[in-house]
């Protein structure tokens, strides 16, 4: 458990927070690209306490400046993009990508007063369908050279949804196997070749047996949770007789993206990004290391999910998260539907906007919570003491290096082994890595 005072200062990520001083010290998913795929070129986002305005310039370049105009204060995000940066529609001051003031023009002719002002801007970079940008002081680093932002955009698809709580709890599920045999259990089988782009559907590598009957017929994983460069190596191990073990590996990035498996060719790495302290979003890229992905099909199957532009959620609290007593009792364990993010969804946002951490009692499950816990303090000690992130995301990671998440059912005794030969086997097979 942790104290209520400990408890706070890991979850709070506003401006004059320790743990909001650690987040702008990694760079945030702030959008989705397709936000600005309509006539709306210019956006307020909301990222850890703060609101600015987004947009996207005739170039197709992204910024982002501070949402109050510095004239009178008026709001960024209604503004018009046009003349090469974006003009706030109150005295029509204009603003390029870098914050700097390319004209007043209501100000006396040839006035230079536009060249002592500045608005504050933060470096923007679009990957594989996410918009990230920098939040922190000093010069923003390299964007960490992960599979998801490395790999080309017909290989890659991203999507976001809203989560009704504080960041970290959304996070924290991501890093517990255990839950999938509970949670996500379904009674029934449906067919794996049936299970594209659905998490937990599919079938485990080398073998017929479905996600769904693996998951349900041995909930008793063991857990291990190894520290990286980059955050922690979970592994789940699920012994399915004596000469066979199913390893399932999870990544933290840290420090608040997962990376995780969903099927034999493709993997999720998803990001929990704090709106403010009770609100978050999760942002996704769904990596294929084979064929390209179906874009189409992939966005159809969250579309009908969501309600945009907020990405809300269609089911959740406002009506039970679709529970079915029927439903429980017939095909799934929760009775909340087939769509795993509900189940999730109901999981973190039923603990309260804030959970109140000094209440629970971890298990031997949660070995991962608590080493991520422990990481999270330690780099807010040494940020308190040096001013630097223990944990920076290698610029330049090699394979031995990258947070690789599989699935697989193998008869090596080392599970380590099993997984880096999986990893091998993907790899191989993926062209674009090998380009």
Same mark, same amino acid.
Request: proline share 5%; glycine share 6%.
């Given at each position: ?133 920098? /939040?922190? +002081? ?11 932002? $490395?790999? %080309?955009?017909? #290989? @890659? ?117 704090? /709106?403010? +302290? ?11 290391? $084979?064929? %390209?992905?179906? #874009? @189409? ?132 097979? $993926? ?5």
């Amino acid at each position: 458990m942790l104290t209520t005072a400990n408890n706070l200062l890991l979850t709070s990520t506003g401006p004059d927070a320790a743990a909001g001083s650690l987040m702008r010290k990694y760079w945030q998913p702030a959008a989705l690209a397709e936000e600005f795929e309509g006539e709306r070129q210019v956006r307020c986002v909301e990222l850890a306490g703060e609101r600015f305005a987004l947009f996207k310039d005739a170039d197709g370049i992204f910024g982002m400046l501070d949402i109050h105009c510095p004239h009178r204060g008026a709001d960024l995000s209604y503004g018009r993009v046009e003349d090469g940066g974006l003009r706030c529609v109150f005295h029509g001051w204009l603003f390029d990508r870098e914050g700097k003031c390319l004209a007043q023009p209501a100000e006396p002719e040839g006035s230079r007063f536009h060249e002592y002002v500045h608005q504050r801007a933060y470096p923007c970079l679009e990957r594989n369908g996410i918009v990230f940008a920098w /939040i922190g +002081d000093g010069e923003a680093p390299l964007l960490p050279e992960i599979d998801a932002l $490395a790999a %080309p955009p017909s #290989h @890659a698809f991203a999507f976001k949804g809203l989560i009704d709580c504080n960041w970290m709890q959304a996070l924290e599920v991501g890093i517990d196997p255990a839950h999938a045999s509970y949670l996500h259990r379904y009674l029934e089988d449906d067919d794996p070749d049936a299970g594209y782009g659905q998490q937990f559907r599919s079938k485990t590598a080398f073998t017929s047996m479905p996600m769904t009957q693996l998951l349900r017929e041995f909930p008793r994983p063991r857990i291990i949770a190894e520290e990286t460069d980059y955050g922690l190596r979970i592994a789940a191990l699920r012994e399915i007789d004596d000469q066979h073990t199913h390893v399932r590996v999870t990544n933290l990035l840290f420090p608040h993206a997962i990376v995780i498996s969903m099927s034999d060719t493709m993997t999720i790495t998803q990001w929990h990004v704090p /709106i403010d +302290d009770r609100r978050c979003y999760w942002y996704a890229i769904f990596l294929s290391y $084979a064929e %390209p992905v179906d #874009h @189409a099909r992939m966005r159809a199957q969250r579309l009908h999910l969501y309600d945009l532009p907020g990405y809300v959620p269609r089911v959740g609290k406002a009506n039970h998260y679709g529970f079915d007593p029927v439903e429980q009792q017939t095909r799934t364990f929760s009775g909340m539907g087939d769509d795993i993010n509900v189940h999730d969804q109901w999981a973190v946002e039923s603990m309260g906007k804030l959970q109140d951490r000094s209440r629970e009692h971890l298990g031997h499950t949660d070995v991962a919570i608590r080493a991520f816990r422990r990481q999270l303090q330690q780099a807010l000690k040494q940020q308190d003491t040096s001013g630097e992130s223990p944990l920076v995301q290698s610029q330049n990671m090699q394979r031995d290096a990258q947070p690789v998440a599989v699935d697989v059912i193998d008869d090596a005794s080392d599970w380590q082994q099993a997984w880096r030969q999986r990893a091998q086997a993907r790899d191989a097979g $993926a062209i674009w890595r090998q380009s």
